[in-house]
């Protein structure tokens, strides 16, 4: 079952590369007394991934700062080497955002929301979302219905919900 507004984020081990490798990061202790966006999503380098919702986050990054967020979280079910290259190449790294690899898709487990597609090689992949959690309660919950597509968890349609 998806987690839903006032739930918990449930202690996960993400990735994260750090100055001197991969760094493990507990997405609950991470996140606690802070208020931060979170969005998941099904790969790196995906088309709808890499033209539509990391893009929308980058250029959104400063506006929800200035709304009282304290960091924005890009999760995704691939390796923290290709998280890492991803967030360089996009410049979503440079823009200010923190690329964490669900590697074993704890973190898609513990909301719920895995899927798999296995003619593309989805295996337990994130759904596409986006989320606003307080000290670890979510408070607003976006889905998409379709994962081809970035409407509803887009960066420009959540920041209209702070």
Partial sequence: MPITVGDSIQPSTLLHMGDNGPEEIDIAKHIAGKRVVIFGLPGAYTSTCTMAHLPSFIRTHDAFLEKGIDEIICVAV????????????????????TMLSDWSSAFGKSIGMTFDAPAVG????IARCAMIVNDGVVEVLQIEESRS???MTAGETLLEMV
Avoid: K, L, P
């Fill in 149 to 151: 597509t970035c409407e």
């Fill in 78 to 97: 691939n390796d923290v080497f290709v998280m890492s290259h991803w967030g360089e190449t996009t410049g979503a790294t440079a823009a200010g955002i």
């Fill in 122 to 125: 989805y295996i337990q992949r």
